[in-house]
């Protein structure tokens, strides 16, 4: 993602710089660097999500399994 994420950066510092318009250079820049952002802060809140439904599936399990021998 970061490699896609620097491509289109490139491409469109590039762009502007033909264009003789850093505007357009410097508004895509931080499209693409915001939505890497953006990205990354999602993968990281599924997967502590993730995380936190395994360990209440695993306390759940414990507690039920120690519940059948008593």
Avoid: C, D
Wanted: hydrophobic share 50%.
């Amino acid at each position: 993602m970061i490699i896609f994420a620097f491509l289109v950066f490139g491409t469109g510092y590039y762009v502007g710089v033909i264009l003789e318009s850093p505007l357009v250079a410097a508004a895509i820049g931080i499209i693409m660097i915001s939505l890497f952002f953006w990205n990354r802060i999602s993968r990281s809140k599924k997967a502590a999500q993730r995380k936190h439904r395994e360990r209440m599936f695993l306390s759940h399990m414990r507690m039920t399994h120690k519940n059948q021998w008593h």
